[in-house]
């Protein structure tokens, strides 16, 4: 349903999805304070699961909601409809789906690629499929690396009895 909605956007405000440059936003002269509703939605997202589970569960999707309401309404009163209008859409079009669909391309490269061996989960070895990460990220990006090699890291430490800090780090 989220992946739809960005068409359907498109298809009945085509004007503003395609609209020129009259009605770009000022960001050079926006203040700081613009950035509050995306730090708590950050900050929501990080804590709300820790710190109040089944409310989380069950409004998550309102309260992210309502962080994007924070900054839309705001922007359409201050900037004019047309501009809060387009600001969405280049949003959803250009940022969201494109990252969106990076991660199915990642998530189905990686899940071709098999690194095997028999590789068990000593520190030593953790730390060396982490400079590895760390090399791969600087030449497929950290999102990529990370698909690779969660599998392997995942298989080597599938042994320990205290594994759940490895994918942490």
Do not use: C
């Not at 992210?64 to 969405?88: C, E, H, K, N, R």
């Amino acid at each position: 349903m989220a992946a739809g909605l960005p068409a359907l956007a498109v298809l009945l405000f085509p004007q503003f999805a395609f609209a020129a440059a009259d009605h770009e936003l000022p960001g050079a002269a926006m203040s700081l304070w613009w950035v509050l509703p995306f730090a708590g939605l950050l900050l929501s997202i990080a804590t709300g699961p820790l710190l109040f589970h089944h409310v989380w569960e069950h409004h998550y999707g309102k309260i992210t909601a309502g962080w994007a309401m924070l900054v839309v309404v705001p922007l359409a009163i201050a900037f004019g409809i047309p501009s809060a209008i387009q600001a969405v859409l280049h949003t959803l079009l250009t940022e969201y789906m494109s990252f969106i669909i990076l991660l199915f391309a990642l998530y189905t490269i990686s899940g071709g690629i098999l690194l095997a061996g028999n590789i068990h989960g000593t520190p030593l070895v953790n730390a060396g499929l982490l400079l590895a990460g760390a090399l791969l990220a600087s030449v497929i990006g950290t999102t990529g690396a990370s698909m690779i090699l969660i599998r392997p890291i995942l298989r080597a430490n599938d042994n320990r009895p205290f594994n759940a800090h490895v994918v942490i780090f």
